[in-house]
C-alpha cells in the first residue's frame, strides 16, 4: 500500500513540472543546473549591501519588471534603507496611483500613492495578470531571493543564461532557452537589453550589470534585515568568547589551590 502511495505521489509531481514548465518533470529533475560563479558584496558574515548597486537595481525592477511582475510586500518607505532621502521616497511614491477610500460617498477613488503605501502591483488581480500573459502568472518578486534554491546567483543566472538551443533540443513556440533555468525552458523572454535603462550614475548598462543590479535590489527585498542579523551574530559569537575566556579564568582561579 506504501509503495503504490509513493507511486501515485510521484506522478503527481512528475505531472506537475510538466504542467509548468512544459517538459517532462523526471527530464528536469535528472538534468542538474550549475548556476553562474558570481560574487556579491553582501555574501559572507561580514557582507553588506552595496547601496548603489540596490538602487540601480531597483530603477531596473522600475522600469523593467514592474511591467509583469509585482512585490506586495514592500513599502515605498522601505526604499530609505537604500539611501533614497524623504523626499526622494515620497517623489517615487508620487509617480503612481492606488485606489482608496470609500469617500463620504461609499465610493473607492484613484489618488497619488504616498510612502506608506506598498509597490503598486502592474495588474488589479491574478485573473487579469494571467489574461495579459497566455494564462501564466508572473510570480511576485517580493522573496523571490529567498523562495528560489541559490537565491541572488539563481536570479542572476535567469536574467543572463538565455542563449540559443542546442541542436537537439527542439524549443516549442512561446517559449526560450536559458541554461540556468531547471528545464531550460520557460516562457518569459529576454527582458534586460543592453541600455534598457539609463544609470543615473554613469555605470554602463550592460545585461549583467542590470542583472547583478537587481539581484542585489531582490535580495534586499527579500531580506531587508540582513546585516542586522549579521551583526546581531558578531555580537553574540564575541560575547561567547569573551564569556568562555572569563569562565576558564574563573576555573582556574577557583581550582588554582587544588592539587
Request: proline letters at 6%; one cysteine or more.
Amino acid at each position: 500500500m506504501r509503495a503504490m502511495r509513493t507511486a501515485f505521489i510521484a506522478a503527481g509531481l512528475a505531472l506537475g513540472l510538466t504542467g509548468v514548465l512544459g517538459v517532462p518533470g523526471s527530464a528536469r529533475a535528472a538534468e542538474a543546473v550549475h548556476l553562474p560563479e558570481v560574487s556579491f558584496s553582501h555574501e559572507g558574515i561580514f557582507g553588506t549591501f552595496d547601496r548603489g548597486s540596490a538602487q540601480r537595481g531597483f530603477q531596473v525592477y522600475k522600469e523593467v519588471c514592474a511591467a509583469c511582475h509585482s512585490m506586495r510586500l514592500v513599502s515605498y518607505r522601505n526604499l530609505a534603507e537604500l539611501g533614497f532621502n524623504e523626499d526622494e521616497v515620497k517623489a517615487i511614491a508620487a509617480q503612481y496611483e492606488v485606489t482608496a477610500g470609500p469617500n463620504d460617498q461609499g465610493e473607492m477613488f484613484q489618488r497619488p500613492a504616498v510612502a506608506a503605501d506598498r509597490f503598486k502591483s502592474p495588474f488589479p488581480n491574478d485573473q487579469a495578470a494571467r489574461a495579459s500573459n497566455n494564462g501564466a502568472l508572473p510570480p511576485d518578486l517580493s522573496l523571490m531571493a529567498k523562495a528560489r534554491v541559490g537565491g541572488e546567483k539563481y536570479i542572476y543566472g535567469l536574467l543572463t543564461g538565455y542563449e540559443e538551443a542546442p541542436a537537439e533540443v527542439t524549443v516549442p513556440d512561446g517559449q526560450y532557452y536559458n541554461k540556468y533555468f531547471p528545464g531550460h525552458l520557460l516562457g518569459m523572454p529576454p527582458i534586460l537589453q543592453p541600455d534598457g535603462v539609463t544609470y543615473a550614475d554613469g555605470t554602463p548598462a550592460t545585461v549583467e550589470q542590470m542583472a547583478h543590479d537587481v539581484a542585489t535590489f531582490l535580495t534586499w527585498a527579500a531580506e531587508p534585515n540582513l546585516e542586522a542579523r549579521k551583526q546581531m551574530g558578531i555580537k553574540v559569537i564575541l560575547f561567547l568568547l569573551v564569556f568562555t575566556g572569563m569562565m576558564y579564568a574563573v576555573k582556574r582561579k577557583v581550582w588554582a589551590d587544588v592539587h
